[in-house]
């Protein structure tokens, strides 16, 4: 008894034979759908190199009794393959589609922006934003409609169901997109700016000789001169970088515009975190001039005695 089939499009033989994998795996093993002797009560099998089917094993095979389970399991498998397999070649075609046409925009880097979100990498601390519970929710999204369509129609191609079903599916995905193409936009806009700062840097004559940075902890630093004495941060200077630094920086980064304003001809910050975003765009902006330790014999004592509750 033929129960249904699914269809995919022909680019995707790798994922046809995982699908089938799953299916068997999710349908028999997992569902235990055997009689009483462990024969299978249902088959999965490859049609041809684009489709697989699913029938039940007769006579033992009854509808009524077993078709919901088997229905319900393959809706879930077959939105966990859409999710897993199919989820990024759909973001991918929405992105190329919508953005292809504009030179000036990189396609590829809003591609990685929206894996970023979905799969795992905490980006800046707006990774996980659509991480699991949404991950989950998208998923039921698919499972609900493919049970509904398996139990009235038992012919599935699945990228005409993704394309015509599943509205709220399809919007969920522009949504990542839209995100991900805005981060994509603030972050040029900040890397131009930060260019534009490090050209302002290369220009600007050195005042003195040597600044120590030192990190207390958080976004929170202490600038001191070649003695160790301690310099006011206060930014002055240069009206114009000062209030771009106002403008376009996190409050957190106007270490920036002190150490600007002091124009060191070297920078060395004393750090437990050296791989902290503030601390590389320091390296960025002053190209050549800065050197990171993170305990000195110099340093460590301050340090210490900065970072204690």
Not at 60 to 86: D, K, S
Not at 116 to 145: C, V
Not at 148 to 164: A, R, V
Request: glycine residues 6%; charged residues 25%; contains cysteine.
């Amino acid at each position: 008894m033929d129960l249904f089939s699914v269809t995919l499009q022909a680019s995707l033989h790798d994922g046809i034979d995982k699908l089938k994998q799953q299916l068997l795996t999710g349908l028999i093993n997992e569902l235990h759908m055997a009689d009483g002797k462990g024969a299978p009560l249902v088959e999965v099998h490859m049609n041809n190199r684009e489709s697989i089917g699913c029938k039940g094993v007769l006579p033992q095979f009854r509808l009524q009794e077993h078709g919901p389970a088997i229905f319900e399991a393959a809706a879930g498998i077959i939105a966990e393959f859409v999710i897993n397999e199919l989820e990024p070649l759909l973001l991918s075609s929405m992105i190329r589609k919508k953005y292809s046409s504009n030179p000036a925009i990189d396609t590829s880097i809003i591609e990685k922006y929206c894996h970023e979100l979905l799969f795992g990498n905490d980006w800046d601390g707006m990774g996980k934003r659509f991480h699991d519970a949404d991950r989950a929710r998208r998923k039921s999204k698919i499972a609900d409609e493919l049970h509904h369509y398996l139990q009235m129609d038992g012919e599935l191609n699945l990228k005409g169901f993704l394309t015509f079903r599943v509205a709220s599916y399809r919007t969920e995905l522009t949504e990542i997109v839209e995100y991900a193409m805005d981060e994509y936009v603030l972050d040029k806009q900040y890397q131009e700016f930060i260019s534009l700062l490090k050209y302002f840097v290369q220009l600007q004559e050195t005042k003195i000789p040597l600044v120590h940075l030192l990190h207390k902890g958080g976004h929170e630093f202490v600038m001191y001169n070649e003695s160790f004495k301690l310099i006011d941060c206060k930014p002055q200077g240069d009206r114009i970088v000062a209030e771009m630094l106002e403008t376009e920086m996190n409050i957190e980064d106007m270490v920036i515009s002190s150490l600007i304003s002091a124009s060191p001809k070297q920078i060395r910050i004393h750090t437990r975190l050296p791989e902290m975003g503030v601390i590389r765009t320091i390296e960025t902006i002053f190209d050549g001039r800065v050197t990171v330790c993170v305990g000195c014999s110099a340093c460590s004592r301050s340090l210490h005695e900065l970072i204690q509750p």
